[in-house]
């Protein structure tokens, strides 16, 4: 019998400010991408990078047709409106990408339905820069084995 050799990876200072830096530029462009959302209460933007690359990207509004306003007359949110993750992953899933393996940056920590859709679509990071009162997405990637990383704003 052969021994196996076992690799171990050893992420050096220099890796972790590397991967911090980048991260820091995604979530200012998602920070950007998030004006382009209607919402009055809340603006929220994602991306997903994949091997360096912008694949998708998505602000939470309306879906596609529907007039820009995201709140009714009382300043609660509609029930369609869309939110960013889930515009960022259902148009990835239009285009010939995959998002298995990819980032996702989002403004703000994703909800637990948002969590269902990122664990499917093969997403393995997400990297958040608000916390939302509700934290249960969060809690829902961790128990899935996705890396969560909270980066303040």
Not at 49 to 64: A, C
Not at 114 to 120: E, G, M, P, T
Not at 121 to 150: C, P, T
């Amino acid at each position: 019998m052969q021994a196996k050799q076992i690799l171990f990876i050893v992420e050096t200072t220099k890796d972790i400010d590397k991967r911090l830096a980048l991260d820091r530029r995604y979530m200012r462009m998602a920070q950007i991408w998030a004006e382009n959302s209607y919402c009055l209460r809340r603006q929220v933007g994602a991306l997903i990078v994949k091997n360096k690359m912008i694949i998708s990207d998505g602000y939470n509004g309306t879906p596609s047709g529907f007039e820009n306003k995201c709140e009714d007359a009382d300043n609660v949110s509609k029930p369609y409106v869309l939110h960013a993750e889930a515009n960022a992953i259902t148009k990835v899933a239009r285009s010939y990408n995959s998002s298995e393996g990819a980032t996702l940056y989002v403004t703000a920590s994703p909800c637990v339905e948002c969590a269902k859709l990122i664990i499917q679509s093969g997403i393995n990071r997400v990297v958040y820069g608000e916390k939302y009162r509700f934290m249960d997405g969060v809690e829902l990637l961790e128990r899935a084995g996705i890396e969560v990383v909270y980066l303040e704003m």
